[in-house]
């Protein structure tokens, strides 16, 4: 079985080709982020509260001049580095991405609101250190166009009850990349509301946003305590066929790369006490928005 474990320990002594080491307790994260910044900046508010430990956010990297994303880095004293996408190859650009983020000794490659497809040169030379966060319970509403309200667009069409965001590696596809973890939203409320349907669709987005914002961080803090292993995984799956009008299932095998991370029922129970702080924050600034907490946070958006 290949396996790959992201550890915090010194483990030159571990035979295993396929362990990755980290300085101990101490992960450099780089954030790639193009635009807005909210979830970049949550990041950082964990941080500042105290709450992620044994991470250090050591560069924000944004693709887009004059992205708000490039003053939130700057008010928390990080580097904000930027690098320009728009007409530039995606061989040059990468290029510098790489040595960006190798200059600032990045472990953690975060994804947050990178609105680029990364090369499969570019992901295999930070092998299972990228990680992306998604707006949707993937793999539903993901791929290749699937970004901003577009996401929100696409769940609200189908109706689902739930929604909710998704941490996953990347590797080359688009948004399929061995999911990591996964917060689940219930939305089913939302359809009810007199309003206009652009006005449903913002509360969705709202609504699944808040939670972006603390799952981030705990894949991150759980990343950095050594907690997340990649291991390739043989399942079996029906394919369906028609055959003659007839409907055949055919049992194929086939090999998956899992990410799980190996968290312990006191490890979460430590981690959700430590990230009150930020939850206290974030719904105060969220009651300081102006917007209809009420309908984003009908339950308070306390748990
Ligand atoms: C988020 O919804 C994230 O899930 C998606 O892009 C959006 C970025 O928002 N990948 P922000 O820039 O973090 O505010």
């Known amino acids: 079985m290949a396996y790959l474990k992201i550890i915090p320990l010194n483990c030159a002594s571990r035979p295993n080709a396929y362990i990755l080491c980290l300085i101990e307790g101490h992960v450099r994260v780089g954030i790639l982020a193009s635009w807005r910044g909210s979830n970049a900046r949550a990041i950082l508010d964990h941080v500042r509260l105290g709450v992620l430990r044994g991470v250090e956010p050591s560069v924000i990297i944004y693709t887009d001049e004059g992205a708000p994303v490039r003053k939130i880095a700057e008010s928390y004293g990080i580097d904000a580095v930027f690098v320009r996408h728009r007409g530039v190859l995606r061989a040059r650009r990468e290029l510098e991405l790489a040595e960006v ?3 600032h000794g990045v472990d953690v490659v975060a994804l947050a609101g990178y609105e680029y497809i990364l090369s ?33 667009a696409e769940v609200y069409k189908a109706g689902v009850r739930v929604s909710g965001t998704t941490v996953h590696l990347v590797d080359e596809s688009v948004d399929s990349g061995p999911i990591v973890d996964q917060w689940p939203v219930y939305i089913g409320d939302i359809y009810k509301m007199d309003l206009p349907y652009e006005q449903k669709l913002q509360i969705l987005a709202d609504r699944v946003l808040v939670y972006e914002h603390r799952l981030y961080s705990r894949v991150l803090q759980a990343v950095a305590d050594g907690l997340l292993e990649v291991s390739v995984e043989r399942v079996r799956v029906p394919r369906v066929a028609e055959e003659g009008g007839r409907i055949k299932y055919v049992e194929e095998e086939l090999e998956v790369t899992r990410a799980v991370l ?42």
């Not at 129970?269 to 719904?283: G, I, K, P, S």
């Open 262 to 303: 190996r968290v312990s029922d006191s490890w979460l129970r430590d981690w959700r006490e430590r990230q009150r702080a930020y939850v206290e924050h974030q719904l105060r600034e969220w009651a300081e928005s102006g917007k209809p907490m009420h309908l984003i946070c009908p339950d308070g958006c306390v748990n």
């Open 120 to 152: 499969s040169h570019f992901i295999d030379r930070f092998k299972w250190k990228i990680l992306n966060i998604h707006p949707s319970l993937l793999p539903f509403a993901g791929g290749k166009g699937m970004y901003g309200m577009r996401v929100h």
């Open 101 to 103: 983020l190798t200059s």
